[in-house]
């Protein structure tokens, strides 16, 4: 397998614009997590799913992002409209139903807000 | 308090040395305790898997997790520059208590050869 797979790497954007962020999933992963990285904050956990569905959002900042999952081979994370302090890198990761927790991370896609 | 505490460190050991690193947690849910990898611009990588208390080794790496203490190490004996990297903590009660980890905040570890 591939492993999971991010799209963007990088992304520069202006403030104020749409930025969409992509994630495919390791086949056969019952659960995609969303999580963003920066220095002052470590690695926080956004929002996650299960089977496609939003078990819980609680880590999402605020209205600007949103998630979606259409389908098991698929995800996005939308922010709208962006901002600097969005600035940071996002990871996606999924894991199949176990017992042991163990996620699988993709490369990250590193965003950058001017 | 903060659900999980780790040293950022850094910390810089020459080649060869033994490396500990730690972390605290507050949440007495917590039953599974894994140590992330994470190389400079990669994603995070399993390294060390835990279950409740007790110790597991997997070649240099020893991990231990002290739950009356609430207290998790990763041993890395003869380290190697390869092991010069970011090591995150992470936690999570389980299923039918909580599928999120809780990750520490990561130690930066440089081997110098």
């Known amino acids: 397998d591939a492993g999971v797979i991010q799209s963007p790497r990088h992304e520069v954007t202006e403030m104020g614009q749409e930025v969409t962020l992509r994630c495919k999933p390791i086949?056969?992963?019952?659960?995609l997590f969303w999580y963003r990285q920066t220095m002052m904050r470590g690695l926080e956990l956004l929002i996650y799913?299960?089977?496609?569905?939003?078990?819980?959002d609680s880590g999402m900042p605020e209205d600007r992002f949103s998630a979606k999952m259409p389908n098991a081979s698929f995800s996005t994370l939308k922010i709208q409209p962006s901002e600097p302090r969005d600035s940071a890198v996002y990871f996606c990761?999924?894991?199949?139903?176990?017992?042991?927790?163990?996620?699988?991370f993709g490369p990250g896609t590193r965003l950058t807000v001017l | 308090q903060k659900e999980v505490e780790q040293d950022p460190g850094p910390l810089s050991v020459p080649e060869g040395a033994i490396v500990s690193l730690n972390c605290t947690y507050s949440?007495?849910?917590?039953?599974?305790f894994m140590w992330y990898r994470q190389y400079s611009r990669k994603g995070p990588e399993l390294l060390m898997y835990?279950?409740?208390?007790g110790n597991k080794e997997d070649g240099r790496f020893t991990a231990q997790v002290d739950k009356s203490s609430k207290y998790i190490s990763l041993f890395i004996r003869d380290s190697q520059p390869s092991d010069s990297a970011t090591y995150l903590c992470?936690?999570?009660?389980?299923?039918?208590?909580?599928?999120?980890?809780?990750f520490g905040k990561g130690t930066k570890l440089t081997v110098n050869p």
């Open positions: 990761a999924s894991r199949e139903y176990s017992s042991t927790d163990t996620q699988y």
């Open positions: 086949s056969g992963h019952d659960y």
């Open positions: 799913f299960n089977n496609n569905v939003p078990i819980d």
């Open positions: 949440n007495s849910a917590f039953q599974y």
């Open positions: 835990t279950y409740s208390s």
């Open positions: 992470a936690m999570s009660a389980g299923q039918g208590g909580s599928e999120k980890l809780v």
